[in-house]
């Protein structure tokens, strides 16, 4: 039984992201997802993962779901889908896929540019294997951050992330916040975000090399070791 031909639902479905962007760079517990698989085939609801973030590659699989391993009924994806150009889409199993080409009117819809665009950018990640890179560079960049966080124990917390999408959560003891980091990698000539008051968000391009990592790295060394000064 699937979520469309359910008798009496009362839940139409579950929106989740494999991993939180904005809630902090939490990586989704494969086991809790699984649950939530197993809930929502059992009872009929659509499982819908939000790739917004983490789709196209991010996280070192072309989505978010593969890194986590369970596989929603419907994804969203944007962002990095066209490299910059605005686009966003919407892939749904064939079982839920009841729109007919044009049902789902938009202003900007169907725009020539953003789908050239993301169909670049969709070749692009298969003939540079971007992927490999997202990983090794993911790697490297989560390795640099746990030295930083082995050198400034009592400001760093925690370093996690998947691939190119990567979170460094400070002591929820220290008064630092996560804006203050910022502002200071920037001083030193790196632009990160934050997600949250208390977690630094690293997501640098996926044709990043080696050597800027280890710039980026340098930089946000440079920007603790004022902090802490
Ligand atoms: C996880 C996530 N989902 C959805 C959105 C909204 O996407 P859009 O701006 O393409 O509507 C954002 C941010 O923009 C986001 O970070």
Known sequence: MTALDHPKPQVAAILLEPLQGEGGVRPGDRAYFEQVRQLCTDKGILLIFDEVQVGMGRTGSLWGYETLGVEPDI????????????????IAKNFC?????????????????????????????EKE??????????????????????AYPHLIAEVRGWGLINGLELQPDTPLAAAEVV?????????????????????????????????ALRAVGRAFGHLAA
Do not use: W, Y
């Open 97 to 125: 896929a009841v729109f007919q080409p044009g049902d789902h009117a938009s202003t900007f819809g169907g725009n020539p540019l953003a789908t050239a665009a993301a169909l670049t950018v969709c070749e692009t990640l």
């Open 183 to 215: 502002k200071a990698a920037i001083a030193e000539g790196l632009l990160l975000v934050p997600a949250g008051p208390k977690v630094v968000r690293f997501v640098p391009p996926l044709i990043v090399s080696a050597a800027e990592i280890d710039m």
């Open 129 to 150: 294997n971007l992927l490999q890179n997202v990983r090794d560079r993911g790697q490297q960049l989560r390795t640099g951050l746990c030295e930083l966080q082995a």
């Open 75 to 90: 994804f969203t994806t944007a962002k990095g889908l066209a490299g910059g150009i605005p686009i966003g889409a919407m």
